[in-house]
C-alpha cells in the first residue's frame, strides 16, 4: 500500500469516526436545544436548530409541576448511597471469589452471574413482595439495598484480584499475623482503585437512571427519583414536552460531567485485569 492510499484509508477513518461521534452526539444536543423551546416550537416545521429563549419558563413549569429539586436529590441521595454500598459489597464477594478456597466455589460464582442474564422485568413481582415484606415500600433503601449485590461488579472485582493482585501478597500479611477483614481493608482494597473507579462510575450511572425499580417501589411523588419524577409530566394528550426536555436536560447533565472527568479511567479500568502480567 503506498503513502497516499494509507492517508486515504487513514482520512476515510477518521471521517466514519466523527460521523459516529455527530450520530451519538445529536440526541443529547437536540434535548438541550428543545429545553429552551416551547412545545409547539418543538413540533413546528422545520423544528428548532438552536437554543431559544424559554429555558426558564420550562423549568417554572417543571417545578410548578412536580417537586423538582426534590426528586433530584432523592436521585443524588440514592445513586450515591448504591454506588458505595456497591463497590463495598461486589469487592468483598470478589475477594472472597479470588483468593480464597470453599466447597461449591465454582457452582456460587455461576449462580452470582446468572443475575447478568435474567432481564430486569421477571424480577419486578418478587422484588415488590420482598420490600412489602420488609415495609420498604416508599423508601429509598427499596432501591438502594438491593441494588448492591450487582453481578456485574463481583464478576469484575473476581476478574481484576485475580489478575492484578498475587496471592503472595496476601499470604505475607497472613504470616504477618494481619486479620483477614484487615487485609482486606489496608492491603486488598487500596490496590483496586482501577477497578473500583470504573465499577464505580457503571453503578452510578445504573441507580441514576433507574426507571423500573423506582416504579415498582416507591409510591409518593415527593419520594420520587427523577426519571420517575419526569414520567409525570407525560400523557397521551397533553404533555409539556419542554418542562419534560429542560428536567431532562439537567438530569443528564451530572452524568455528561462525571464522564467527562472519568471516561479515561473507565477505559483503563476494564483492561487493567485484562491480562495477566
Same mark, same amino acid.
Given at each position: =500500500? ?56 420550562? =423549568? ?12 433530584? &436529590? ?19 464477594? &470478589? ?19 446468572? &443475575? ?18 420488609l415495609g420498604w415500600i416508599n423508601q429509598p433503601r427499596a432501591l438502594y ?45 487500596p490496590l483496586l482503585g482501577p477497578a473500583l473507579g470504573t465499577l464505580g ?67 483503563? &479500568? ?8
Open positions: =500500500m503506498t503513502f497516499q492510499s494509507r492517508n486515504r484509508a487513514r482520512y476515510a477513518g477518521y471521517a466514519i469516526v466523527m460521523a459516529g461521534a455527530v450520530l451519538m452526539f445529536s440526541p443529547f444536543y437536540f434535548m438541550f436545544v428543545f429545553a429552551t423551546h416551547t412545545s409547539s416550537e418543538i413540533f413546528s416545521m422545520p423544528p428548532p436548530l438552536w437554543f431559544g429563549n424559554a429555558f426558564l419558563d420550562n =423549568m417554572a413549569s417543571l417545578m410548578h409541576h412536580i417537586p423538582f429539586w426534590r426528586n433530584l &436529590g432523592w436521585s443524588f441521595y440514592t445513586s450515591v448511597l448504591q454506588t458505595l454500598l456497591t463497590l463495598l459489597v461486589t469487592s468483598m464477594a &470478589g475477594y472472597a471469589f479470588a483468593m480464597y478456597e470453599f466447597r461449591f466455589k465454582k457452582t456460587l460464582f455461576a449462580i452470582a452471574l446468572t &443475575g447478568m442474564l435474567v432481564p430486569p422485568f421477571l424480577s419486578m413481582i418478587p422484588t415488590f413482595m420482598t420490600m412489602n415484606l439495598v438491593p441494588g448492591a449485590a450487582a453481578a456485574l461488579g463481583v464478576f469484575l472485582m473476581r476478574q481484576y484480584i485475580s489478575s492484578a493482585i498475587p496471592s503472595e501478597l496476601v499470604e505475607a500479611a497472613r504470616i504477618d499475623g494481619c486479620s483477614e477483614l484487615r487485609i482486606y481493608w489496608t492491603v486488598v482494597l462510575l457503571i453503578s452510578f450511572i445504573q441507580a441514576w437512571n433507574n426507571f423500573l425499580s423506582a416504579l415498582v417501589v416507591l409510591r409518593s411523588p415527593s419520594m420520587y427519583t427523577l426519571p420517575l419524577a419526569l414520567r409525570i409530566l407525560q400523557s397521551p394528550t397533553n404533555s409539556d414536552w419542554g418542562a419534560v426536555m429542560a428536567g431532562s436536560a439537567v438530569a443528564v447533565l451530572p452524568l455528561l460531567v462525571l464522564f467527562a472527568f472519568t471516561s479515561r479511567r473507565l477505559i483503563d &479500568g476494564m483492561t487493567a485485569g485484562a491480562v495477566k502480567a
